[in-house]
């Protein structure tokens, strides 16, 4: 949520010299506080694959405002069992070897979307994988 502005004042209090211009011995300088609320979702078009299948996961990040945010990351780093092919990201480049999607600025009320194609390995038959991605701190 959007604060308003917060005002901070400087002033001079002393002097052991005559001050000739008393009209400039203050000031103030304002800032206003920004505030983004991030939302990460996740998806997978096979929730059953089999052993050698390609996979796709979905991740949307979403910035429900008020204000934009920049700067943003998303860590998504596929779990043993699945390997990286690929990738298609709406803005930004996913690295694969650190799991790192470089989203950039999302406008208020703006998503983007990461698409990572991946392979399900052998030997992980009866296994639950699971893919976590989460907002970058």
Known sequence: MAVAPT???ASMTASDQSDTNAGNDTDTADITVTAVDLAVVKTVDDGTPDEGGTIVYTVVVANGG???ATGVEITDLLPAGVTYVSDTATQGTYTGSTG?????SVAASAADTLEITA?????????VITNTASVTD
């Open 100 to 104: 790192v999607w470089a989203v950039g």
């Open 66 to 68: 008020p204000d934009g």
């Open 119 to 127: 392979t399900v390995g052998a030997g992980t038959a009866g296994q």
């Open 7 to 9: 005002l901070r004042a």
